[in-house]
């Protein structure tokens, strides 16, 4: 039952054109103007070195909380969500079929980003093996996080929620503007969000050479326990 949902909640994403552009193409144009622009000072470094991981981090993002909460936001106000809370797909197995869907949009987006940047002139290195379990933890946050809005919220107040706190985290998880610009002690609360901790999780991996990532995946598992807790206890199917 949860491979079924899942499949259909992934063609029902491909079919859904806003959508689309939210997952696919504003990463992709983002990725390519920030890396041909001197929009941002990144220190002595390449731009698409440090922009390709925080897009990365984007496009997760994008897809598991953005999407994700939008689109479950209005299954709840259709009813869509009341007809499948009578068939035999427990909330549980609701939640667990979304993220496995929302794991699979996010592999074409991984594989058509990744393309992109190496076309830029990306040249990763380091051990980018330790980017999948960030990448998990990352989809496993930001999905609870926005299955909590969307079972808790109107479908008008996720709507305007998701993409008011997309917009936020846009601009101060690092993904696109170094977390050292801001003060000390501003910094190192916003190290602490789930963009944040993905960001630079995956620019270390990636981009710096860096080894295990215990920081940002402790910070992304606290974010994944607590976000998929909460949702399974107060989400609602009306």
């Avoid at 940047?117 to 990448?135: D, I, K, R, T």
Wanted: charged letters at 10%.
């Amino acid at each position: 039952m949860v491979l079924a949902q899942a499949g259909a909640e992934i063609r029902a994403t491909l079919r859904n054109g806003e959508q689309l552009l939210l997952t696919l193409i504003i990463p992709i144009l983002l990725l390519a103007g920030f890396s041909a622009a001197p929009l941002v000072d990144v220190g002595g470094g390449r731009r698409v070195d440090f922009v390709a991981p925080g897009i990365l981090a984007l496009a997760v993002m994008s897809t598991a909380f953005t999407g994700q909460a939008i689109a479950t936001g209005f299954e709840r106000r259709y009813g869509v969500l009341r007809r499948l809370g009578a068939t035999p797909l427990s909330r549980t197995g609701l939640l667990l079929a979304k993220t496995v869907a929302v794991v699979a949009v996010e592999a074409l987006q991984i594989v058509m980003i990744t393309v992109v940047a190496l076309a830029l002139g990306w040249s990763p290195h380091g051990g980018p093996l330790w980017a999948v379990p960030l990448l998990l933890l990352g989809t496993a946050a930001f999905s609870g996080l926005g299955l909590l809005m969307a079972g808790t919220l109107r479908a008008e107040a996720t709507l305007a929620g998701a993409n008011l706190v997309y917009l936020v985290l846009l601009g101060l998880g690092g993904v696109l503007f170094p977390l050292d610009r801001f003060p000390g002690g501003v910094r190192q609360v916003l190290e602490l969000l789930p963009i944040s901790a993905l960001t630079s999780g995956l620019r270390g991996v990636l981009g710096d050479g860096g080894g295990f990532p215990g920081g940002p995946l402790l910070v992304l598992l606290c974010w994944a326990v607590a976000a998929l807790a909460l949702a399974a206890r107060t989400f609602r199917w009306e």
